[in-house]
T-cell receptor
Framework: QQQVKQSPQSLIVQKGGIPIINCAYENTAFDYFPWYQQFPGKGPALLIAIRPDVSEKKEGRFTISFNKSAKQFSLHIMDSQPGDSATYFCAAGFGGATNKLIFGTGTLLAVQP | DTAVSQTPKYLVTQMGNDKSIKCEQNLGHDTMYWYKQDSKKFLKIMFSYNNKELIINETVPNRFSPKSPDKAHLNLHINSLELGDSAVYFC???????????????FGAGSRLTVL
């Protein structure tokens, strides 16, 4: 019940394309859904996050779409650039005494020039 | 300058040895974590400490022992290393407010452990 399922495992798009990465969860107690971006040899870094009380959040070229009833959320990258090539992780978390994030399995994105 | 720093960055050792990874954060955060990233990039939480107190201990072999001498430091000691321990270990920290949305994790650059 604490799993977060992420797809696809890998994705190749052309520069300017719009890659979409999808995640699904089971535990309705999750109340925070961030996306992390990881470049080779680096630790993951927060990219964008959403709460379940909104259906969409946009920051620059990155947009999260959230469907509470379906327990799904997705990351869209507009006008993708080669510099966006990285591994993307969705995650789900809940607060309280034991704050913790459950990460998805990651999506390796390659944006070709 | 580095917010979360961990050492060493690379560690190559023989099976059966004992090794430690150190982590320090200068962000003033209350909570620190250890995550393990396997060869398939899967990130799994191992431990979490809040103000030196253990608050999360996932199903991790007791060969792994975290130690937090103060809230800015969280070290990981591994006894009797096994081949399956080969992975990248990430230290992270976050403020601890009880509000999940405020608990942004800041990760270190990782320590790649290779057990031969």
């Amino acid at each position: 019940q604490q799993q977060v399922k992420q797809s696809p495992q890998s994705l190749i798009v052309q520069k300017g394309g719009i890659p979409i990465i999808n995640c699904a969860y089971e535990n309705t107690a999750f109340d925070y859904f961030p996306w992390y971006q990881q470049f080779p040899g680096k630790g993951p870094a927060l990219l964008i996050a959403i709460r379940p009380d909104v259906s969409e959040k946009k920051e620059g070229r990155f947009t999260i779409s959230f469907n509470k009833s379906a327990k799904q959320f997705s990351l869209h990258i507009m006008d993708s650039q080669p510099g966006d090539s990285a591994t993307y992780f969705c995650a789900a978390g809940f607060g309280g005494a034991t704050n913790k994030l459950i990460f998805g399995t990651g999506t390796l994105l390659a944006v070709q020039p | 300058d580095t917010a979360v720093s961990q050492t060493p960055k690379y560690l190559v050792t023989q099976m059966g040895n004992d090794k430690s990874i150190k982590c320090e954060q200068n962000l003033g955060h209350d909570t620190m974590y250890w995550y393990k990233q396997d060869s398939k990039k899967f990130l799994k939480i191992m431990f979490s400490y809040n103000n030196k107190e253990l608050i999360i201990n996932e199903t991790v072999p007791n060969r792994f022992s975290p130690k937090s001498p103060d809230k800015a430091h969280l070290n990981l000691h591994i006894n009797s290393l096994e081949l399956g321990d080969s992975a990248v270990y990430f230290c992270a920290s976050s403020p601890h407010t009880g509000d999940s949305g405020a608990n942004v994790l800041t990760f270190g650059a990782g320590s790649r452990l290779t057990v031969l």
